[in-house]
């Protein structure tokens, strides 16, 4: 028991000699937690469009002003001609642009209709329906406007809506259970398969399978440095979240804490899986960052939702533990839902970590070969 | 130019050695590619309703009925008990609750509108306001169908109205896929150039083979020009592959002049791999270096726009992105790609992109140091 006390001790001090790793360790999330809440965006801020006002008259001004003044957008170019459109476009000046058609407010007051035409730059789809979306939208309220008198009876049915979960539309409460699964997969799996392949490609693993310590205990005295500083890094990202977002623990601490461990024991033991397949560092590394990491962006409803995506991949995303584990978090810490509704969950990452334990335990070698 | 020359021969020696690695940086971009660009989608369908519907009548039926002939909505479950759709939201098997009261349909004839009640699950804030955009175009439909049905064309004048009609350009069917594939491009290379060339100098230095280097005669911008350039070439055959794959399997269409995008990615390339040596001369070891690049990929992968519209960032955090490479490949890819912007329209990008590789690889020529 000394004798493993001492490696652990000896595995500690391999972490704490490179202070600056340590260091950006805990500094990633931060950086992470504060650029998606304070810097990156879905929502449409400040877009410049275009305007073609081939009609120039009163309602045509009052329109275009009503759009430009809704803070969603600047009018950035006043266009004379449809030629400029494609030019302006081009350049990436503009998102859209909105076009009143010749003679518009005569049309509009003599035949009761007139048309507005948007011309929005689809090489970033998301953007281009959101402007539209949100053009149509201000339309459609100055049309009702132009009714003479309003609410007679024009308005049938009127929806009032609840935003479960998340009433003031946040996107923190998407990506805060991400940011804590891509911490759990670097710190654990990466640094865990870099630490044990290094070993190796020093020669160094020689070292210590020829002292009087058991493989075992060699595995498990490594891991523990890195279960403790993943625990850490994790009650930080809720901290963070906390203090930055207010975004709390709806369910059980003790359960979320708990199954943040099985996480974490998941991933060290995907960790020594890598490292007991891989003979270098750099192979280490690669096999991580595309095995582990790229799906645990991807294929986790993180970012991307998976309902959306293609049917096959919501089958492939299975193979990996990552969206398992947001699903658990993100019932715990915003539904505040209990055990009753991630049992399944758990038990697949169980399932996980057996597996990956078993596979390191027939990999690892013992000898030269 | 003959000792560049030589020096390039052996990294490129070098890198190949490792059989894995040398597969593995034609293979990643072909799966990643693969992959990725399907993946990737912000676009919305079959969000699952439940509906309770407490009225009964023709017009509960009418609007449900519209609902369910809508692609974007898919009508999972029925039931009468709201407890019971709250459990279904709370699982997730259902995304929305569209609850219609008892009176609903007999308030219409009436002056006061008729109300239903909608419950979104807004973990995903975008989706949850999509689906309700959604909601209200479908009853705004509804509205208009009852309006001009109840009312005698002759009798009543409906009031004027403000059409609209929309357009989207170079994209008309909002394909999802002609947006990821410029955008995957992008961090293909800028994770292939920032990995491997980082860690390839970082590697000499952990085994002490830098110092063979060091007591030749070598000079430093000659052995840094070595360390880029293989990289570099690397990282265009990677985008021709990529290029193929985006042609091949997916049609993407490729609007501007090839040369042009491979003369900004060039830069590119040399502005990232400038950047992962100035980093690698700071590191000592191979994990050091890992993080370190990791911060950076992640905090500019992030700002540069590919996931989410630039735009809206706050302007300070547009200004930190003059120095963001990837912020400058995003566009010019999306630009050249899709919308064939020519040189002159990107004329300023370039410039600017051009300055920030030559400021980050002078800066890793300065700092690296051939003494011990």
């Known amino acids: 028991m000394k004798r493993f006390l001492g490696f652990v001790k000896k595995e500690f001090l391999h972490i704490f000699r490179d202070f600056r790793t340590l260091i950006i360790i805990f500094l990633i999330p931060a950086a992470e937690i504060l650029l998606f809440g304070f810097i990156v965006t879905t929502d449409l801020r400040n877009a410049n469009i275009g305007i073609l006002d081939l009609s120039h008259d009163e309602i045509t001004r009052q329109l275009s002003d009503k759009i430009c003044s809704s803070g969603f957008f600047i009018k950035s170019e006043d266009l004379l001609n449809y030629s400029e459109i494609d030019r302006e476009l081009r350049k990436n000046k503009i998102k ?15 035949e009761g209709k007139a048309v507005m035409n948007i011309i929005a730059d689809g090489s970033e789809p998301n953007m281009a329906s959101l402007v539209t979306n949100y053009i149509t939208a201000i339309t459609a309220d100055f049309n009702s406007g132009l009714i003479q008198k309003p609410g007679s009876g024009n308005i049938l049915v009127r929806s009032e809506v609840r935003m479960f979960y998340n009433p003031s539309l946040k996107g923190h409460f998407m990506f805060v259970p991400g940011v804590i699964t891509i911490i759990m997969t670097l710190v654990c799996a990466l640094m865990t398969s870099i630490t044990i392949t290094r070993e190796k490609e020093y020669g160094t693993m020689e070292v210590l399978l020829v002292s009087p310590l058991k493989p075992v205990q060699i595995i498990v005295g490594k891991v523990i440095p890195y279960f403790i500083l993943s625990i850490a890094d994790a009650i930080l990202i809720l901290i963070l979240s906390w203090f930055v977002f207010g975004l709390p623990v709806k369910g059980s601490i003790i359960l979320l804490l708990a199954e943040l461990m099985l996480y974490i024991l998941m991933s060290l033991s995907v960790g020594i899986m890598i490292s007991t397949v891989s003979k270098t560092m750099q192979q280490a590394i690669f096999i991580t960052l595309v095995g582990l990491l790229l799906p645990t962006i991807l294929l986790s409803g993180f970012i991307f939702p998976l309902e959306n995506m293609p049917l096959g991949y919501e089958w492939f995303s299975m193979l990996f533990p990552p969206r398992y584990f ?36 027939r990999n690892f070698r013992i000898r030269l070969n | ?39 990737v989608t912000f676009e919305i369908k079959n969000v699952k309703l439940c509906i309770i519907d407490r009225d009964m009548t023709t017009e509960s039926r009418e609007l449900v009925s519209r ?5 974007f909505f898919k009508v999972r479950f029925s039931t009468f008990s709201e407890p019971e759709g709250n459990d279904l939201l709370h ?35 975008v989706n949850a306001q999509l689906s309700l955009a959604y909601l209200t175009g479908v009853i705004r439909d509804y509205n208009l169908k ?26 008309e069917l909002l394909n999802y896929k002609f947006y990821m594939l410029p955008g995957v491009l992008g961090i293909l290379i800028l994770a292939i150039g920032f990995v491997l060339a980082g860690l390839n100098l970082v590697k000499e230095k952990e085994s002490g083979t830098i110092e063979q280097i060091n007591v030749t005669p070598v000079k430093k911008y000659q052995f840094i020009t070595a360390k880029m350039v293989p990289f570099l070439i690397i990282g265009l055959v990677d985008l021709s592959i990529g290029l193929i794959i985006g042609r091949l ?13 491979f003369l900004c990615s060039a830069i590119f390339m040399t502005a990232l791999l400038g950047l992962a040596l100035l980093i690698s001369t700071f590191s000592g070891t191979q994990q050091q270096y890992m993080f ?41 890819n999306r630009m050249v790609m899709l919308k064939g912007s020519t040189f002159h329209d990107l004329g300023r990008d370039i410039i600017s992109l051009t300055m920030v590789a030559i400021v980050f690889t002078t800066l890793a020529v300065n700092r690296y140091r051939k003494t011990a």
């Not at chain 2, 735009?311 to 200004?319: E, F, I, L, N, R």
Request: charged content about 15%; some cysteine.
């Open chain 2, 67 to 71: 609902l369910e002939g809508s692609t």
């Open chain 1, 96 to 110: 859209a642009v909105v076009i009143f058609e010749n003679g518009f407010g005569r049309k509009l007051i003599s």
């Open chain 1, 326 to 361: 947001i699903t658990v978090i993100k019932n715990i810490m915003i539904k505040g839902t209990g055990l009753l509704y991630v049992w399944k969950e758990t038990l697949i990452l169980i399932f996980f970590t057996a597996v990956s334990i078993w596979f390191s335990i």
């Open chain 2, 1 to 39: 130019m003959r000792t560049i020359l030589y020096l390039i021969r052996k990294e490129f020696l070098q890198i190949f050695r490792d059989r894995f690695i040398g597969k593995a940086i034609f293979g990643v971009p072909i799966v990643q590619m693969l992959l990725l660009v399907p993946a």
């Open chain 2, 146 to 171: 009852v309006l001009t049905d109840n009312t005698d064309p002759g009798f009543l004048q409906l009031p004027p109205q403000i059409e609209v009609t929309n357009r989207y350009w170079y994209n």
């Open chain 2, 292 to 332: 370190s690049a990791f911060l950076f990929i992640i905090v500019f992968v992030l700002m540069s726009g590919v996931f989410t519209p630039a735009d809206s960032m706050p302007v300070w955090a547009q200004k930190i992105n003059l120095i963001n490479p990837a912020a400058y490949i995003m566009r010019i």
């Open chain 2, 249 to 261: 399997a997916f049609g993407i269409p490729f609007e501007g002049s090839i040369a042009l995008l």
């Open chain 2, 91 to 125: 699982r997730g098997k259902c995304d929305m609750i569209l609850q219609i009261p008892s009176g609903f349909g007999k308030e219409q004839g009436l002056a006061q509108p008729g109300k239903i009640f909608v419950s979104i699950n807004a973990i995903n804030a």
